[in-house]
């Protein structure tokens, strides 16, 4: 059973940093593409960043670019995602998401599994 479990989130000030988790389970990690999306109250959700299965392509939204950095442990099966500089706008539910493809982009059709999400608040 594919699982895919985000931790990380909470409420820190403007400025501020956290970092992501995302822990893979019931498929072949190495040979998967992660991607991190979000979705604040009202809005349609928007990729963030996204890692390829060969590390070889890296992607960012440019509302995170130079803020966020992507990363992955193969040998521990989780991706994360450093959030820096972190704005109030950066405020909303976070998800990791897995798909087989090679270069699936920032586009969340292309992604077969979704983690439950977690909240990221950027408030003073």
């Known amino acids: 059973q594919v699982q895919l479990v985000e931790s990380g989130g909470g409420l820190v000030q403007p400025g501020g940093s956290l970092r992501l988790s995302c822990a893979a389970s019931?498929?072949?990690?190495?040979?998967?593409?992660v991607g991190w999306f979000r979705q604040a109250p009202g809005k349609e959700r928007e990729g963030v960043s996204a890692?390829?299965?060969?590390?070889?392509?890296?992607y960012y939204a440019d509302s995170v670019k130079g803020r966020f950095t992507i990363s992955r442990d193969n040998a521990k099966n989780t991706v994360y995602l450093q959030m820096n500089s972190l704005k109030p706008e950066d405020t909303a539910v976070y998800y990791c998401?897995?798909?087989?493809?090679?270069?699936?982009?920032?586009?969340?059709?292309?992604?077969?599994?979704w983690g439950q999400g977690t909240q990221v608040t950027v408030s003073s």
């Open positions: 019931g498929f072949t990690f190495r040979y998967a593409s």
């Open positions: 998401a897995a798909t087989e493809a090679f270069s699936p982009g920032l586009l969340s059709p292309n992604y077969n599994y």
């Open positions: 890692i390829s299965r060969t590390n070889v392509r890296i």
